[in-house]
């Protein structure tokens, strides 16, 4: 069964910091790995997605993703945080081929609360 | 152009009655996940349904769950006979046809606290 492990339950960061949250996944096939972020009342946005080929990301907001097949990894960048960017950040994984049961069923991590300190 | 809306955004009930959570999808999309968030945990799939279809409630509880989306009105989830244990954070996400790169929004989800 697929997994995915955020091990940091949450991260404190000085604004224009960089960033870096990680996230671990285990899947028996080609992944679908996905960002998403929740901001207080919020619904989850996505940040942004891996299916194929270049395994750097660029996604919304100046995040970025690196895909590592070798180490099931898909860490989450930034390299200078701002205050808005104090939120909960999700990573989850989708099965591939991208229809059946596998394209909805995402498997989330619990998560990393983010804070930003001034 | 309205995401993905729920309603209520939090809800309490007392042990034993019922609870009804909302959704209604972003404009355009035909396609409607439920998931739960339990406390300290990640988001878990729970059913699939399209216009007066389940397609997937692998996710579902077996008791006391039930969904539906009606041909005209949102998505209803239904919790009867709660417990505090169903005591969690509810997100509906919407999606259009399947095409090839499916990408899930979701809403604001609806927490719900049972005393």
């Known amino acids: 069964a697929q997994s995915v492990t955020q091990p940091d339950i949450h991260i404190t960061v000085s604004e224009g910091a960089s960033l870096e949250l990680r996230c671990n996944y285990s899947?028996?096939?080609?992944?679908?790995l996905f960002w998403y972020v929740q901001s207080p009342g919020q619904g989850l946005q996505l940040l942004l997605k891996?299916?194929?080929?270049?395994?750097l990301v660029q996604g919304i907001k100046g995040f970025e993703a690196e895909f590592k097949r070798s180490q099931s990894s898909f860490n989450l960048r930034k390299p200078s945080v701002h205050w808005s960017d104090a939120a909960e950040y999700f990573c989850a994984v989708g099965a591939y081929p991208w229809y059946g049961a596998g394209s909805y069923q995402l498997t989330f991590g619990k998560g990393t609360k983010l804070s930003v300190i001034p | 152009n309205a995401g993905v809306m729920q309603n209520p955004r939090h809800l309490v009930r007392r042990r034993g009655q019922e609870a009804r959570l909302r959704c209604s999808p972003m404009k355009g999309h035909s396609h409607v996940y439920w998931y739960r968030q339990l406390p300290e945990e990640g988001l878990k799939f729970m059913v699939y349904?399209?216009?007066?279809?389940?397609?997937?409630e692998s996710g579902m509880p077996k008791e006391r769950f039930s969904a539906e989306f009606p041909k005209e009105g949102p998505s209803i989830l239904r919790i009867q006979q709660v417990v505090r244990g169903d005591s969690a954070a509810y997100f509906c996400?919407?999606?259009?046809?399947?095409?090839?790169?499916?990408?899930?929004?979701f809403g604001a989800g609806s927490r719900l606290t049972v005393l």
């Open positions: 891996y299916f194929s080929g270049d395994t």
């Open positions: 899947y028996g096939a080609t992944p679908y």
């Open positions: 349904l399209q216009k007066e279809n389940i397609i997937d």
């Open positions: 996400a919407s999606s259009g046809a399947f095409s090839g790169a499916n990408v899930l929004t």
